[in-house]
T-cell receptor
C-alpha cells in the first residue's frame, strides 16, 4: 500500500491560465474522489468516480472544472481560466468499496495570482 | 441536507489534560460518522468511525459515541500527548452509495508540555 499520490504538491499560476492536477489512487481501489479545502474550512466534495465512470458532481464544480479517470486508475482534475477564488488545496481520496474508509492524498495546493 | 457543525478552535491543552471536541450533525437517512485527523504536513487520516446509533468508535486512546437522540459525535481523550497536536475533522457519510463525506470546519488542537 503506497498510499494515494498527488502531483504536483504546489502550483502557482496566473489568473486566466489552465492547470491540471493528477491523482494516483491506491491500486485496488475502484472509487476515487476529489475534494477542495480552503483555509480554515473542512474539505468540500467536488466529484466522485467508480472505475472510469464519473457518478456524481457537486454544484461547486463549475463549467471551468473537468475531471477524468480514463482507464479507471489515475485521475486528472483540470481547471480552465483560473480565478483567484480557485486558490485552495485540492485533495484526492480513494476507497475500496462503499463501506470502506476514504484514504486521502497530501493534496495539491493551488495559488492563483 | 447533510451538514456537520464542529466546535471552533483553536484548543490549547497541557499534556495529560482531558480533551473534548464537540460535533453535531444534520443528515437525511442514517449516516455513518467519522473523525479524521490531519497532522502537520500530512494528509487526512481516518481516526475512528461509527456506523450506527450507540456505536462507539475508538483508536489511539480517542473515543466517540454515535448519539442519535442528540445528533452528536463528540471526540474525547482522557490524557492528551504533545504528539496529538493536529487538526481534527468530524465528518458524516450520507450512506447513499457514493460514500462521499461532509466535513466540519476542523478544530486545531495544540498540546503543550
Amino acid at each position: 500500500d503506497t498510499g494515494v499520490s498527488q502531483d504536483p504538491r504546489h502550483k502557482i499560476t496566473k489568473r486566466g491560465q489552465n492547470v491540471t492536477f493528477r491523482c494516483d489512487p491506491i491500486s485496488e481501489h475502484n472509487r476515487l474522489y476529489w475534494y477542495r479545502q480552503t483555509l480554515g474550512q473542512g474539505p468540500e466534495f467536488l466529484t466522485y468516480f467508480q472505475n472510469e465512470a464519473q457518478l456524481e458532481k457537486s454544484r461547486l464544480l463549475s463549467d471551468r472544472f473537468s475531471a477524468e479517470r480514463p482507464k479507471g486508475s489515475f485521475s486528472t482534475l483540470e481547471i480552465q481560466r483560473t480565478e483567484q477564488g480557485d486558490s485552495a488545496m485540492y485533495l484526492c481520496a480513494s476507497s475500496l468499496s462503499t463501506d470502506s474508509p476514504l484514504h486521502f492524498g497530501n493534496g495539491t495546493r493551488l495559488t492563483v495570482t | 441536507g447533510n451538514s456537520v457543525t464542529q466546535m471552533e478552535g483553536p484548543v490549547t491543552l497541557s499534556e495529560e489534560a482531558f480533551l473534548t471536541i464537540n460535533c453535531t450533525y444534520t443528515a437525511t437517512g442514517y449516516p455513518s460518522l467519522f473523525w479524521y485527523v490531519q497532522y502537520p504536513g500530512e494528509g487526512l487520516q481516518l481516526l475512528l468511525k461509527a456506523t450506527k446509533a450507540d456505536d462507539k468508535g475508538s483508536n489511539k486512546g480517542f473515543e466517540a459515541t454515535y448519539r442519535k437522540e442528540t445528533t452528536s459525535f463528540h471526540l474525547e481523550k482522557g490524557s492528551v500527548q504533545v504528539s496529538d497536536s493536529a487538526v481534527y475533522f468530524c465528518a458524516l457519510s450520507a450512506g447513499t452509495g457514493a460514500n462521499n463525506l461532509f466535513f466540519g470546519t476542523g478544530t486545531r488542537l495544540t498540546v503543550i508540555p
